[in-house]
């Protein structure tokens, strides 16, 4: 059973900083892209982030270019989302995405999630 689970949400003060992990097992992802999305309440996923196994691409929304860091360690099959200078209207649940086929910026062509993570950002 294939499983991805985010860790590291949690309440942070405008301007903080959070770093998520996503660990995935049941399979290796070594050779597919993984990302994240986020949610909020009433609102359709968020494309925030996403880069291919190597590292050679990596893709931010345009709201978080420059704040938030993307990386992965294959050797541990996890991927993480530093988040830094963090704002209030990043609050939402955040989710760990793997293995794409299609426009990765559409949630639908995800075949993987983990089960999500809070972040709230107060002001």
């Known amino acids: 059973q294939v499983q991805l689970v985010e860790s590291g949400g949690g309440l942070v003060q405008a301007g903080g900083s959070l770093r998520l992990s996503c660990v995935a097992s049941?399979?290796?992802?070594?050779?597919?892209?993984m990302g994240w999305f986020r949610q909020i309440p009433g609102k359709e996923r968020e494309f925030v982030a996403t880069?291919?196994?190597?590292?050679?691409?990596?893709f931010y929304a345009d709201s978080v270019k420059g704040r938030f860091t993307i990386s992965r360690d294959n050797t541990k099959n996890t991927v993480y989302l530093q988040m830094n200078s963090l704002k209030p209207e990043d609050t939402a649940v955040y989710y760990c995405?793997?293995?794409?086929?299609?426009?990765?910026?559409?949630?639908?062509?995800?075949?993987?999630w983990g089960q999500g993570t809070q972040v709230t950002v107060s002001s």
């Open positions: 995405v793997a293995d794409v086929d299609g426009n990765w910026r559409d949630p639908r062509s995800w075949d993987y």
């Open positions: 880069m291919t196994p190597s590292g050679g691409n990596i």
């Open positions: 049941g399979r290796t992802f070594s050779s597919d892209p």
